[in-house]
């Protein structure tokens, strides 16, 4: 039996009527050619971007790592000056201690010396004043010295005017028992004599002894 074709429908005979028709550009030689040029440039220029990026990634890295080193040289140039400066830090420190230590000592040693300058002052003021009196008293004792000298001095005339009046007195009565008035008479003068000069010498003792009270 033969096979009876099949008629579509009214609607589906005015839709293929209406269709576009169909081009094949795979099929066409110089399509596929621009296709692969296409294809080659679109690798070249992922391989160009790509380049350009691993460079700017190198470059990059090169740079950060060029920065870092830079700071990191500046970080530890920066340590040594601070590590330098507390060294001179320390050191001032140490001067300044050294110095206020002996600022201390000084003024320790200053007022000891005062303290001592201060007694020495007043051994100085003591021993000036014994010195005073001492040479007061010795000043005295010269003093009553010369005056008992001269106490002595009178006394010894003293002594020799009353020799001098006994003697006379014996005289001037042996005269006048013997009727020898006129010798009796330079025996009374001689007594009057001695007797003024007894008073005399007497006023003088008296005063000097006054001097030694």
């Keep these: 039996t033969s096979e009876i074709p099949r008629v579509p429908p009214p609607a589906q005979r005015r839709e293929r009527e209406h269709r576009t028709p169909y081009y094949d550009y ?29 460079l700017t990634l190198v470059l990059g890295a090169f740079f950060t790592m060029t920065v870092v080193n830079d700071r990191n040289n500046q970080i530890a140039d920066l340590e040594d000056d601070a590590a330098a400066l ?7 420190t140490g001067q300044v201690t050294t110095i206020t230590t002996e600022r201390d000592d000084a003024r320790t040693a200053i007022t000891d010396l005062e303290g001592d300058v201060g007694e020495l002052e007043r051994q100085l003021s003591q021993a000036r004043g014994d010195a005073s009196r001492e040479q ?4 005295s004792a010269e003093a009553v010295g010369g005056v008992l000298a001269q106490v002595i001095l009178i006394d010894d ?23 020898y008035y006129s010798a009796a008479a330079r025996d009374m003068d001689t007594v009057t004599a001695a007797f003024g000069d007894l008073d005399r010498l007497f006023v003088q003792r008296d005063t000097l002894m006054g001097q030694l009270q």
Excluded: C
């Design 26 to 54: 795979d099929s066409q030689p110089y399509v596929s050619q621009v296709k692969v040029s296409s294809s080659k440039a679109q690798v070249w220029l992922l391989a160009a971007l790509s380049f350009v990026l691993f």
């Design 86 to 92: 507390i060294g001179e830090k320390q050191a001032l």
């Design 136 to 139: 007061g008293r010795a000043n």
């Design 157 to 179: 005339q003293i002594h020799q005017q009353f020799a001098i009046l006994v003697t006379t007195v014996d005289s001037m009565y042996t005269n006048f028992v013997n009727r």
